[in-house]
């Protein structure tokens, strides 16, 4: 057995924090390979040290004195170091090539980047966390590639990682960063530590990928609007990809297509509470669900444009015309719900807004339209679970609930998977439409 463990910054905010780290990783000797995030926030009103970073990197842009900034960042870390009681180490010739990178930005050409900046707090933390254990460390820069488009390099990196991991019984690799197509440093968007463990998995071939945080694993609904609900045990890689799509943000959306290519299950831990089982993410599994939904997610703030011609499902190429002019503005659309004579594109409001008339503009110079309608303030609702296409009545359930609730379905989509039904209702009846939903499908069981 071979796991590779990912711990998120609020796992590694502190010393007391490491140790539980450290008492997690060596309580199973098969955890060989760590991804460490940088700290996190060490109480509510703490900055994380990402951030911090970032504030460095904007103070010495500007031209201004960035010593104390540093000084702070430093003293984070030393904090961590004293607390752990390592013995001959120090970042201090570290941070004197940080502190020489950001007196690089006063240059009129500098080789110093944010994407370095900002991956520091990463790097800084897997030299800690390498040292603490015993374990090699191996930077990040040195294994994980991008292209030119700034993608991931998945054939370089999988080699050359692979090469590398097969030589270490045990090693630390710092998340959020690689190595750009220029030679400089390239991070991730942000939580994309995530990514990084899913590509050591992949890589080293682990069996499993535990990805720990501080909660236990995935909930049916958000418990910002549903009190207290279940915990989801067994997701399916499709049912996560909807889910994280439309909000659900346990995991960075990135991370699962590392491990999927090779069916390696994710395994979601709390650092806080490592006996509950957290939530298992995996391809394809046998295991009975308590419920016939796996999860509710869900985002405001969507605008539909509704375009009507009469004949428009006799004219080749009018949905090509259509989405041309939205491509034109480079706008992505999320849906496309039609009828006869009817078709309605659903895009992200802060997308569309600023573009609007540029792009009605399109279609009736491309479509030739009878007429384009614009509505905002929709919201999206997926009620996702590969339970319910053996399931009869699961939509009957779904729009008996909203209506119980004198709320009007402005938009409905199915695949046919039968994974997910997707809603569109007002802002204003968001939470309570996914309030009743859970209740109709989990309290009510």
Known sequence: MKKVVKFGGSSLASAEQFKKVGAIITSDESRVYVVPSAPGKRFSDDTKVTDMLLHVYETAKAGNDFTEEVKAIKARYDEI?????IKDFSLDKDFEEITKQLEDLANPAPMCTLDYVASRGEFLNGKIMAAYLGFEFIDAAEVIFFNAEGNLNSYKTEKVLGERLAKAQHAVVPGFYGLGKDGKVKTFSRGGSDVTGSIVAQASRADVYENWTDVSGFLVADPRIVPDPKPIKYITYRELRELSYMGASVLHEDAIFPVRHCGIPINIRNTNAPEDAGTWIVESTCQKQDYVVTGIAGKKDFCTIFITKAMMNSEIGFGRKVLQAFEENDISFEHMPSGIDTMTIVVHADEFVHKEQRVISAIHRLAEPDSVEIESGLALIAVVGRGMKSASGTAGKLFSALAKEGIN?????????????????????????????YNTFITDK
Do not use: C, P, R, Y
């Not at 170091?81 to 009681?85: H, K, V, Y």
């Open 409 to 437: 379905i402005k938009m409905i989509d199915q695949g046919s998977s039968e994974l997910n039904i997707i809603i569109g209702v007002k802002n204003s009846d968001f939470d309570t439409a996914i309030k009743a939903i």
């Open 81 to 85: 170091i004293t607390g752990l009681e």
